[in-house]
Nanobody, 119 residues
């Protein structure tokens, strides 16, 4: 069993900052890619940022220059630092990890954390 637990969401005014964390626990041999997705009401889930096992990062155009993804492999944790937040960043944010187990690698999702940005 692998569990991903997210934290750090909340309500913030436009221009403010939040830091999301997502920690994995359970039977883990290693973790390949990690990423953050978000889903706003009535919209599809979209990729916000991802980071490879080697540290290469990728960002959605809408968050480039404002969000930073990072990872701590020793803690099996991925972070998303969100600065200069805008009302359009309001969504439920989900972390995703590609976890290596004994017989292969599998994708896991966090439970989601609400981020609300007021104007």
């Amino acid at each position: 069993q692998v569990q991903l637990v997210e934290s750090g969401g909340g309500l913030v005014q436009a221009g403010g900052s939040l830091r999301l964390s997502c920690a994995a626990s359970g039977s883990i041999f290693g973790i390949k890619g990690m990423g953050w997705y978000r889903q706003a009401p009535g919209k599809q889930r979209e990729l916000v940022a991802s980071i490879s096992s080697g540290g290469s990062t990728n960002y959605a155009d809408s968050v480039k220059g404002r969000f930073t993804i990072s990872r701590d492999n020793a803690k099996n944790t991925v972070y998303l630092q969100m600065n200069s937040l805008k009302p359009e960043d309001t969504a439920v944010y989900y972390c995703n990890m590609q976890v290596e187990k004994m017989l292969g690698s599998y994708g896991y999702w966090g439970q989601g954390t609400q981020v609300t940005v007021s104007s």
